[in-house]
Nanobody
Framework: QVQLVESGGGLVQAGDSLRLSCAVS????????MGWFRQAPGKEREFVAA???????YYGDSVKGRSTISTDSAKNTVYLQMDSLKPEDTAVYYC????????????????????WGQGTQVTVSS
């Protein structure tokens, strides 16, 4: 019912910034909590950020102060702005959508998300 397509990843240097995009289609955009997760090689998937159209947003501890999640309802797109990138930010970044529990999804509980994109690679060189 929901399709998610990430874009905007690439190779950047430490200290650079970039913005990831997630195009959403299928259901009403406002009906879902939208989240960003990332997974580095050999590590478990990690919560990055989440937002709901009502205005609430949350961030994982590792990116607080360096990342901003936003939405554009007219374009059905979710963005993740990342600043001051570090080599440790290197990972595949996934966009996800949740409808079952707003409370859990906003707090980064992975099982709350039922739809996932294919991911976009972000590589930060030192």
């Amino acid at each position: 019912q929901v399709q998610l397509v990430e874009s905007g990843g690439g190779l950047v240097q430490a200290g650079d910034s970039l913005r990831l995009s997630c195009a959403v289609s299928g259901r009403t955009f406002s009906a879902y909590v939208m989240g960003w997760f990332r997974q580095a090689p050999g590590k478990e998937r990690e919560f990055v950020a989440a937002t709901w159209s009502g205005g609430s947003s949350y961030y994982g501890d590792s990116v607080k102060g360096r990342s901003t999640i936003s939405t554009d309802s007219a374009k059905n797109t979710v963005y993740l702005q990342m600043d001051s990138l570090k080599p440790e930010d290197t990972a595949v970044y996934y966009c996800a959508a949740a409808s079952r529990s707003v409370w859990l999804a906003l707090r980064g509980v992975q099982d709350a998300y039922e739809y996932w994109g294919q991911g976009t690679q972000v590589t930060v060189s030192s």
